[in-house]
């Protein structure tokens, strides 16, 4: 209860700040956020693009965490907790690919570039819908969840060397990336202004709440249905 | 000095898609003795003895080989023929033979298996590939393969399945002589199969 | 695990390796398909060349993708094959899972290095405008790129060969486990055709032998759980 009201408040208030704030070229108020060359109004994407990739990637994690335990305790419970972390995981992944395409669109002209982050969030596509076929192709239910455990895991394993892979990729526009003559990016250099950084991260803290309760939804429903079927059996 | 060979289960408890296949079987089995397994078609008699053969892993419930350790135990022990175990039928049997043994990490008793062979009317025959033999001869060559490394503990699921008069007779013959030193354990629907059994697990019981 | 079962599961693991060669050499499944589907790609690629020069960053990803689906088409044929003709049981009763899964590693080693030399020939022969400067490097990004294919697409033909769609379920699985190699392997393999040298090359030799390392490693540990019911 207390979990939704949070982050019911959270949410919509990161969503009236992130899109109502003006913009203005001097900040003087504290609901002011600064223009930033190149950007402007667009830089509002960044309270919302971002958070979605990060629970893309959190959402991964929580379902290789789950996926470890299921291929020790062989919980049903723990397989039903990775495949609703993964199923939010596609969800957000999906968000954050459809935003990043957007915003690349009207920033540096075209849709889609293969630079390492678009490349990035693309092959964590690729491994969520690797997991759901394998999913649908297995119809024992203890051989599917201890199948799609195993594969989620040498999944997991794959991601660090696909990041020090990544530079080798071609440099990106991202900002951020190899070719960027900013540098790092606003986020990891702190060169946001302190409001946007507030913003930005409540906005990271909205999503991981939201995340948070969306998944202990889909495993209430999930249990609420495996208790179903097992009062359906003959 | 090893310790004498038994076989005990405690509470085992199999589950399939979700759904529970039995509950509770017990049974404790030494040398020399016979342990039926009995029950309808889909009680799970099969199920028991993948159990027992190593290829399950129950849901709950434990079940003990007393004896060595080693990552080799399960295999050495056992030898099963059941309807849902082939042989390589691109080899011959002699073949087949030769590739278990050697995937045992075992040498190649030529002269056992010949004499197997033999037994098992399929000498004569024994050079070619099995994919060309009758259901019997496939059922006589499964035998064949099961005995190779003489198991202490023999698992015949349906073993008269597919054989004639001379396959069963044979059958019988091979259960009488493991009943000596070893373990058999037969799941069957015809109970006439098994003549004497000191222990029964009848799974129509045990849902 | 003492010295006899250490004899004894080596043993096993060579059983189960040659029983697979014999098996293949008596039924040739699947390496006349595979050369055939070689020969097939290579032409499709020259004809969509058609004369035309194409850099050797573009010739050198085509050959990893030729390769990447010759090793789609041949290297889930040790597991599936078991499970389609009913052996699978038979196996779990004569090896432990350690066993199974090193014999079966070395068959495909063995299948996909002989595959990409043929195919590698095949393509420095045909494809005009592929050249190789720096033998060394090429001859150890081949080896070591076989010795990765080879570790990622075992685990995962175990994997697939445990569910319905095969075939087509595969690649899917494996693109996303092979995507770091290829673009390491891919990279190397162009640096080879500029004549890089062997130092140069050294950080790529480094993580593709991590890669083997880690993937062979992760795939003894789980295949127990994947291969036994």
């Known amino acids: 209860m207390a979990l939704r009201v949070t982050l019911g408040i959270l949410l919509t208030l990161v969503i009236c700040a992130g899109i109502g704030f003006p913009l203005s070229q001097n900040p003087q108020h504290w609901y002011e956020l600064p223009v930033i060359p190149g950007l402007e109004e667009k830089a509002r994407l960044i309270f919302f693009h971002v958070p979605t990739a990060w629970l893309s990637v959190v959402a991964f994690l929580t379902g290789m965490v789950f996926s470890i335990r299921y291929l020790r305790k062989r919980d049903p419970l723990d397989d039903l907790r990775s495949s609703a972390a993964a199923g939010l995981g596609l969800m957000f992944c999906i968000l954050a690919t459809l935003t990043g395409a957007i915003w690349a669109k009207f920033n540096w002209g075209s849709f889609w570039n293969w630079d390492p982050r678009e490349t990035s969030i693309f092959v964590l596509l690729l491994i969520y819908g690797a997991y759901f076929s394998l999913r649908s192709a297995v119809e024992n239910q203890e051989k599917r969840s201890t199948l799609s455990a195993a594969y989620s895991i040498i999944a997991a394993i794959t991601v660090p060397f696909f990041i020090f892979v990544l530079p080798r990729i071609t440099s990106g526009l991202h900002p951020g990336s190899k070719g960027d003559p900013d540098g790092t990016g606003p986020v990891l250099q702190f060169t946001m202004s302190p409001n946007m950084r507030v913003i930005f991260f409540a906005s990271l803290a909205a999503f991981t709440l939201l995340f948070i309760w969306m998944f202990q939804l889909r495993v209430r429903t999930g249990k609420l249905e495996m208790e179903r079927e097992l009062q359906q059996a003959p | 000095m090893s310790e004498p060979l038994t076989v005990r289960a405690e509470g085992l408890r199999m589950v399939f898609n979700r759904r529970v296949i039995f509950d509770g079987v017990h049974f404790t089995l030494g040398a020399t003795q016979t342990l039926l397994i009995s029950g309808r078609n889909g009680a799970g008699k099969s199920t028991l003895i993948k159990i027992i053969a190593g290829l399950l892993t129950p849901a709950a419930g434990s079940l003990k080989f007393s004896g060595e350790q080693g990552i080799f135990v399960r295999q050495s022990l056992v030898g099963l023929v059941a309807p849902y175990l082939s042989l390589y039928d691109e080899f011959s049997a002699e073949e087949n033979l030769q590739h278990i043994a050697a995937m045992r990490g075992l040498p190649y008793d030529r002269d056992r298996a010949h004499d197997l062979l033999r037994r098992m009317a399929l000498f004569s025959r024994k050079d070619d590939a099995v994919h060309t033999y009758s259901s019997g001869m496939k059922q006589r060559a499964k035998y064949a393969a099961a005995l190779l490394h003489a198991p202490p503990v023999l698992l015949l699921d349906e073993p008269m399945a597919n054989l004639d008069g001379d396959g069963t007779a044979t059958v019988r013959a091979i259960m009488d002589e493991h009943r000596r030193e070893g373990l058999l354990i037969v799941a069957t629907n015809e109970t006439g199969d098994v003549d004497r059994c000191d222990e029964r697990v009848d799974l129509n019981a045990l849902r | ?229």
């Open chain 3, 1 to 229: 695990m003492r010295s006899g079962d250490m004899k004894r599961w080596l043993l096993s693991v060579r059983g189960i390796f040659l029983k697979d060669v014999r098996s293949e050499l008596r039924t040739r499944y699947a390496v006349s398909a595979l050369v055939m589907f070689v020969i097939t790609t290579i032409a499709i690629i020259l004809f969509s060349l058609a004369h035309e020069a194409a850099p050797p960053e573009v010739l050198s990803g085509m050959l990893w993708v030729v390769i990447f689906f010759g090793a789609m088409s041949g290297l889930s044929r040790t597991f599936v094959m078991e499970e389609e003709r009913g052996t699978a049981m038979t196996l779990q009763l004569l090896a432990p899972p350690s066993a199974v899964y090193f014999g079966k590693l070395l068959f495909n080693v063995v299948l996909v290095v002989a595959l990409n030399a043929f195919t590698v020939i095949l393509y420095l022969l045909l494809v005009a405008g592929f050249v190789v400067r720096s033998a060394d490097v090429f001859a150890l990004t081949m080896l070591l790129g076989s010795l990765g294919f080879a570790s990622a697409a075992t685990i995962i033909a175990a994997i697939i060969a445990r569910a319905n769609t095969k075939g087509t379920l595969y690649p899917v699985l494996s693109f996303p486990i092979l995507l770091p190699l290829l673009v390491v392997v891919i990279d190397a393999t162009r640096s080879a055709t500029e004549g890089a040298p062997l130092a140069e090359a050294g950080g790529a030799f480094q993580f593709l032998i991590s890669y083997i390392v880690v993937l062979t490693t992760l795939s003894y540990l789980l295949f127990e759980y994947i291969w036994k019911d």
